[in-house]
Protein backbone atom coordinates (compact mmCIF):
# COMPACT_ATOMS: atom_id res chain seq x y z
CA UNK A 1 0.00 0.00 0.00
CA UNK A 2 1.03 3.38 -0.95
CA UNK A 3 2.00 5.53 2.22
CA UNK A 4 2.59 9.17 2.03
CA UNK A 5 4.97 10.84 4.06
CA UNK A 6 4.87 15.41 4.39
CA UNK A 7 7.65 17.30 5.26
CA UNK A 8 8.27 20.48 5.60
CA UNK A 9 6.50 22.38 8.22
CA UNK A 10 7.35 24.87 10.55
CA UNK A 11 6.43 28.29 12.53
CA UNK A 12 7.26 31.25 10.31
CA UNK A 13 6.24 35.27 10.55
CA UNK A 14 3.73 36.30 7.86
CA UNK A 15 4.79 37.23 4.71
CA UNK A 16 7.75 34.38 5.06
CA UNK A 17 8.38 31.29 3.17
CA UNK A 18 8.45 27.44 3.70
CA UNK A 19 8.88 24.41 0.78
CA UNK A 20 6.85 21.52 1.82
CA UNK A 21 7.27 17.79 0.26
CA UNK A 22 5.47 14.95 -0.06
CA UNK A 23 7.34 11.26 -0.89
CA UNK A 24 5.35 8.38 -1.70
CA UNK A 25 6.88 5.11 -3.26
CA UNK A 26 7.10 3.99 -6.32
CA UNK A 27 6.07 5.77 -9.37
CA UNK A 28 2.70 6.65 -7.33
CA UNK A 29 2.79 10.16 -8.78
CA UNK A 30 2.68 9.98 -11.99
CA UNK A 31 -0.27 7.84 -12.40
CA UNK A 32 -2.35 10.01 -10.70
CA UNK A 33 -3.53 13.63 -9.90
CA UNK A 34 -1.52 14.63 -7.29
CA UNK A 35 -2.94 17.66 -4.36
CA UNK A 36 -2.20 19.40 -1.54
CA UNK A 37 -4.71 19.72 1.12
CA UNK A 38 -4.75 21.50 4.70
CA UNK A 39 -7.12 21.77 7.72
CA UNK A 40 -7.41 24.77 9.99
CA UNK A 41 -8.80 23.97 13.85
CA UNK A 42 -12.44 23.67 13.41
CA UNK A 43 -12.61 23.68 10.07
CA UNK A 44 -13.05 20.93 7.24
CA UNK A 45 -10.41 20.20 5.08
CA UNK A 46 -9.94 21.96 1.89
CA UNK A 47 -8.12 21.67 -1.35
CA UNK A 48 -5.06 24.05 -1.90
CA UNK A 49 -3.76 22.96 -5.26
CA UNK A 50 -3.64 20.08 -7.76
CA UNK A 51 -1.12 18.99 -10.37
CA UNK A 52 -1.83 16.47 -12.65
CA UNK A 53 0.76 14.45 -14.77
CA UNK A 54 0.55 16.52 -17.38
CA UNK A 55 1.39 19.24 -14.81
CA UNK A 56 -1.57 21.07 -15.05
CA UNK A 57 -1.98 22.99 -11.81
CA UNK A 58 -5.05 24.42 -10.16
CA UNK A 59 -5.20 26.44 -7.05
CA UNK A 60 -8.00 27.55 -4.80
CA UNK A 61 -8.71 31.16 -4.69
CA UNK A 62 -7.10 32.26 -1.55
CA UNK A 63 -3.36 31.03 -2.46
CA UNK A 64 -3.23 31.91 -6.46
CA UNK A 65 -0.33 34.03 -6.55
CA UNK A 66 1.20 32.68 -3.49
CA UNK A 67 1.76 29.08 -3.55
CA UNK A 68 3.52 26.83 -6.15
CA UNK A 69 2.61 23.37 -6.60
CA UNK A 70 5.31 21.04 -8.86
CA UNK A 71 5.98 17.40 -9.07
CA UNK A 72 8.97 15.22 -9.52
CA UNK A 73 8.72 12.04 -10.97
CA UNK A 74 11.89 11.06 -10.96
CA UNK A 75 12.49 11.92 -7.35
CA UNK A 76 8.91 10.45 -6.15
CA UNK A 77 8.54 13.88 -4.31
CA UNK A 78 5.27 16.20 -4.66
CA UNK A 79 6.24 20.35 -3.19
CA UNK A 80 4.51 22.99 -2.28
CA UNK A 81 6.33 25.97 -2.20
CA UNK A 82 4.68 29.19 0.16
CA UNK A 83 5.10 32.71 -0.58
CA UNK A 84 3.74 35.31 1.34
CA UNK A 85 2.60 33.62 3.65
CA UNK A 86 -0.53 35.02 6.04
CA UNK A 87 -1.77 33.71 9.59
CA UNK A 88 -4.66 32.01 7.96
CA UNK A 89 -2.47 30.23 6.38
CA UNK A 90 -1.94 27.91 9.95
CA UNK A 91 -3.06 24.59 9.13
CA UNK A 92 -1.85 20.79 8.92
CA UNK A 93 -0.91 20.49 5.46
CA UNK A 94 -1.40 17.00 3.37
CA UNK A 95 -0.71 16.12 0.08
CA UNK A 96 -3.34 13.12 -1.48
CA UNK A 97 -4.24 11.70 -5.12
CA UNK A 98 -7.40 11.42 -7.11
CA UNK A 99 -8.49 9.03 -6.24
CA UNK A 100 -7.92 9.58 -2.50
CA UNK A 101 -5.70 6.98 -0.43
CA UNK A 102 -5.34 6.58 3.02
CA UNK A 103 -4.01 10.25 4.27
CA UNK A 104 -0.57 10.88 6.27
CA UNK A 105 0.02 12.11 9.13
CA UNK A 106 0.45 15.89 7.38
CA UNK A 107 2.94 18.56 8.18
CA UNK A 108 1.93 21.29 10.88
CA UNK A 109 2.72 25.09 9.17
CA UNK A 110 2.19 27.79 11.85
CA UNK A 111 2.00 31.62 10.39
CA UNK A 112 2.30 34.20 13.10
CA UNK A 113 1.40 37.50 12.84
Known amino acids: QVQLVESGGGLVQAGGSLRLSCAAS????????MGWYRQAPGRQRESVAL???????NYADSVKGRFTISMDNAKNTLSLQMNSLKPEDTAVYYC???????WGQGTQVTVSS
Open 26 to 33: GSFFSRNV
Open 51 to 57: ISSSNST
Open 96 to 102: NSIPRIP
